[in-house]
């Protein structure tokens, strides 16, 4: 019996949206750049994506929404959408923390990976994680940091990936060199397929979050960038 989970990122100004359930994957998907126009496009997205699929909102069984670190603003739309669509169908619902959405893409590396999320003011959030045999595992709490506090921190090559425009990898190459493995553009976008995929496994494995008390995470929220 197939399970269909909604997932929302809005976490920052790339939104992206997706269905997946455990017999196609991720079988629809729309990623673009928002420019924080998050009100106005969330929901017209959302509903283009279940007409092209033929389904309802009453078809989805769960739904993933991204926790942050991200913009303020983003955050709480895409937590609102999400909690309102759990509460109008009684479905569950289950918080992923976006840094772990950006690198449950590279995850398969044999390499440690550091996830980054811009935050404003010469900051970006971040956080490092490491393949565990055939599974992955967080090695540091999510946290800000500037590229200075980044390259004391990183000792053998790790893949850098996520927000990571051209003056970054610039930054991160000169203070690291070899140590700084810089990801692909197009494998750095943050894709709602991946959340759906997290959220998926988390709901199949009968994990669920409390609709009242789930929050966004923010990292000293009054620094990150809305």
Not at 7 to 19: C, H, K, P, R, W
Not at 133 to 154: C, I, K, M, N, P
């Amino acid at each position: 019996m197939s399970f269909t989970v909604l997932a929302i990122d809005t976490a920052t100004e790339v939104a992206s949206v997706a269905l997946y359930d455990g017999k196609k994957g991720p079988w629809a998907e729309s990623t673009w750049h928002t420019s924080m126009n998050h009100t106005v496009e969330l929901m017209p997205t959302i509903v283009l994506m279940l007409e092209r699929q033929g389904i309802t909102v009453e078809q989805l069984d769960g739904l993933a929404v991204a926790l942050g670190p991200g913009s303020f603003t983003g955050l709480r739309i895409g937590l609102s959408v999400a909690k309102g669509l759990c509460l109008s169908l009684g479905i569950p619902i289950v918080g992923i923390p976006t840094l772990d959405i950006v690198a449950y893409a590279h995850y398969g590396q044999g390499l440690p990976i550091c996830a980054i999320i811009q935050a404003g003011r010469g900051r970006i959030c971040v956080a490092f994680y490491e393949r565990l045999g055939a599974d992955w595992q967080r090695l540091t709490d999510y946290h800000l940091a500037t590229v200075e506090e980044l390259s004391a921190q990183v000792e053998v090559p790790t893949v850098f990936c996520g927000e990571i425009e051209a003056s970054l990898s610039e930054a991160l190459q000169a203070r690291m060199g070899g140590r700084a493995v810089i990801a692909s553009s197009a494998s750095s976008v943050r894709r709602a397929g991946y959340l759906a995929e997290l959220g998926w496994q988390r709901l199949q494995s009968g994990e669920r979050d409390d609709l009242t008390t789930l929050e966004p995470l923010y990292l000293h929220h009054s620094s990150i960038s809305d």
